[in-house]
């Protein structure tokens, strides 16, 4: 699977809407852009996935680049409960449920 | 959507004991599941994935009789800590494929070795 590269922190003031890069230089066609985040001592959520087009779900919308060596995770309007570590994994959907999870970005959102 | 369940939540032992930890898919069959686990600060960590009706496989570095996995059915998967040491305490994660493709987690099981 292909790494990823995520700054390890940001904040975001409450209300804002909050804009979390990764890098992907090395995607393969195949592979889809999944997002996670982990707020503090639960299990990480499933946030939303993409291939090549944007994506919008009730959470967050994801905006993949034409090249697809990135894309950017966009809370829309971030609440304090938004904060929490978001991780960004590439993988080929045919390649069974194993995910590897690099260091992520800690998002700080402040009032 | 699909869920994951964990149990249990918290669990503190004694130096030497063994702790059972549960995951279960609570509305799809999941014939493979993941076993993570977490230190503080830092990111999750594979062991493991455990297998429906035959044996799980183990990352390296991760001892199996130790860590002992059990995948006796198609919505439950088991990670037992044998013999279970301080440095054993952690946040221990499993996961499953459920509908759509998408992994989902569980809650997450605190472990802590007293």
């Known amino acids: 699977d292909a790494k990823t590269t995520q700054p390890p922190s940001m904040d975001c003031a409450e209300g804002r809407a909050a804009n979390l890069p990764c890098n992907h230089s090395?995607?393969?066609?195949?592979?889809?852009v999944y997002w996670y985040r982990q707020i503090h001592s639960q299990g990480p959520q499933y946030i939303i996935h993409?291939?090549?087009n944007n994506e919008t779900n009730e959470m967050a919308s994801l905006i993949i680049t034409e090249d697809r060596k990135s894309s950017t995770l966009i809370l829309p309007h971030a609440t304090l409960r938004d904060t929490a570590v978001y991780y960004c994994?590439?993988?080929?959907?045919?390649?069974?449920?194993?995910?590897?999870f690099g260091g992520g970005t800690r998002l700080m959102v402040k009032p | 959507g699909a869920v994951v369940s964990q149990h249990p939540s918290w669990v503190i032992c004694k130096s030497g004991t063994s702790v059972k930890i549960e995951c279960r898919s609570l509305?799809?069959?999941?014939?493979?599941m993941f076993w993570y686990r977490q230190f503080p600060k830092q990111s999750l960590m594979l062991m493991a994935t455990?297998?429906?009706?035959?044996?799980?496989?183990?990352e390296q570095g991760v001892e199996k009789d130790k860590f002992l996995i059990n995948h006796a059915s198609l919505t439950l998967s088991t990670l037992t800590v044998t013999s279970a040491h301080p440095e054993d305490s952690s946040f221990y994660i499993c996961?499953?494929?459920?509908?759509?493709?998408?992994?989902?987690f569980g809650e997450g099981s605190w472990l802590t070795v007293v």
């Open positions: 996961s499953a494929k459920g509908g759509g493709n998408t992994i989902y």
């Open positions: 090395t995607i393969s066609g195949n592979e889809y």
């Open positions: 993409g291939l090549k």
């Open positions: 994994i590439v993988i080929t959907k045919d390649a069974g449920n194993m995910l590897t």
């Open positions: 509305d799809f069959q999941a014939t493979t």
């Open positions: 455990s297998n429906e009706g035959s044996k799980a496989t183990y």
